[in-house]
């Protein structure tokens, strides 16, 4: 598996994620919200469809149990 190395808005990519499961939370009345620690970076390089992977699956995850 490869790897991309590109710099990304890592809140950018949460809350685009987080919206992805904001209607299906919604219907069974349980809020979504991310928190940031200050110290995060902003920008970060990584993959962000992995990171939007992972993201998505865990936060599928928590929704559906």
Known sequence: M????RPFRLLECIDDTLDLFALRAGEKR????????ESTPH??????VRLR?????????AVKF
């Open 2 to 5: 490869d790897l991309e190395h």
């Open 43 to 48: 920008i970060i390089v990584g993959d962000q």
């Open 30 to 37: 349980i809020g979504i919200r991310c928190q940031l620690d």
């Open 53 to 61: 992977q992972v993201l998505s699956n865990l936060i599928s995850n």
